[in-house]
């Protein structure tokens, strides 16, 4: 008899996860509370790794159409001063595919592919260990019940709840997201300053990154220390004043850096949040996680990769049915745990050098990631 699966969440975790089993003939009910795949902007670019999201790509039978999706040449990455001058430019190989970058849509459009999504399906909690299953109590009011519930909901997980009481904390580091459209023939300079990839300008505590995504649309993130109080988490009342704000904290900057800022749109503020680097817990039946809901981390490549990789292996191990369903799920959450900790680790090392007090230890962060 087929499981009851269900999997909470449309992101790269659970889209891996369900097309993974759907690879494998085994149904899944995916449950998303967005009414629509582009009710909300889908973001920026990834680069998907060799071993982890190329290699859930290719677990999930994609990896051929994500190579005729994604841009090598986005792997470029080229540092400025300040001032503006450059100080590390470096440029893939030809062949080099080892991280190609993806836009976020395309790589969902590419995941959702032949599956069913009930959209509009927001979970309001879940509560594992009834007579029937694992109940699922959706936002308005209805019920239905599974055999396992997987949560690949995100940093503010309604799942987590059912098996872990920890919240992700505040990190110190705040990023305000714009976006430049048609970089190419609007802003040529602009164009050829950040180049095929990406660019960043580091300085004290704070740091500017433009990152090229597909058809000259550019996103731009600043990034900066801030504390934890409630002015640290406010949207600004609008573009301009976000936009004056945000010239006046990276005053003294190169004018053509600033431009980046002074042609941006909307501003988003995005206060950076993480789960506790070693978030683990007792194993409850019926429920597991899965990327950021898991191990939530800062956004330095790795959790994407992570969320995709968690998706294709607990679905193969649930395909493979040489066993007790739970204990498959019991045995995925131990190598996760190990794995993602060692990750969160990384992640947090690479956000404290990257907005810091002394901007020559992002600069040595970069050359020790080129080099291996």
């Known amino acids: 008899m087929r499981h009851r699966i269900a999997v909470v969440g449309c992101g790269p975790a659970g889209l891996t996860f369900a097309r993974v089993l759907h690879r494998h003939d085994h149904p899944v009910t995916l449950l998303e509370r967005d009414p629509a795949p582009d009710a909300r902007p889908p973001g920026g670019t990834l680069d998907l790794r060799e071993g982890m999201g190329q290699l859930a790509l290719d677990r ?29 430019d470096w440029r893939p190989r030809p062949d080099d595919r080892a991280n190609p970058e993806i836009d976020r849509g395309q ?14 399906s927001g979970v309001a909690e879940v509560v594992p260990g009834t007579r029937d299953g694992v109940l699922v109590r959706f936002a308005d009011g209805r019920q239905e019940t599974f055999d396992l519930v997987v949560g690949a909901d995100g940093a503010w997980s309604r799942v987590r709840p059912a098996v872990s009481s920890v919240t992700p904390h505040y990190t110190g580091v705040t990023m305000v997201e714009t976006s ?14 950040i180049g095929d990839g990406s660019m960043a300008v580091y300085g004290v505590n704070r740091g500017l990154v433009a990152q090229r995504n597909s058809g000259g649309h550019v996103k731009v993130y600043a990034q900066f220390r801030t504390p934890p109080d409630r002015h640290a988490h406010q949207e600004p009342a609008d573009a301009e004043a976000a936009r004056s704000s945000l010239l ?32 683990t817990w007792t194993h409850v039946g019926g429920v597991t996680l899965l990327g950021d809901a898991a191990h939530l981390m800062p956004p330095l490549g790795a959790g994407a990769n992570l969320a995709m990789l968690d998706g294709a292996e607990l679905a193969e191990s649930i395909a493979a049915g040489s066993g007790d369903m739970d204990e498959a799920v019991r045995a995925f959450e131990e190598r996760m745990w190990a794995r993602a900790a060692r990750w969160a680790r990384i992640t947090a090392a690479g956000l404290d050098r990257l907005v810091s007090p002394n901007p020559a230890d992002a600069v040595a962060l970069f050359d020790e990631v080129q080099s291996s």
């Open 248 to 279: 006046a904290l990276f005053d003294g900057w190169a004018p053509p850096v600033l431009d980046l800022l002074r042609h941006g749109t909307h501003f988003a503020h995005r206060p950076l949040y993480v789960l506790p680097e070693s978030h």
């Open 60 to 88: 999930a039978g994609l990896l051929a159409e994500f190579r005729a999706l994604s841009r090598p040449e986005g792997q470029a990455m080229r540092i400025l001063d300040p001032d503006g001058a450059v100080v590390r």
């Open 180 to 193: 430049l459209d048609d970089v190419d023939t609007r802003h040529p300079d602009l164009a050829r300053m």
């Open 107 to 120: 790589l969902r459009d590419l995941l959702l592919g032949p599956l069913d999504v009930r959209w509009g």
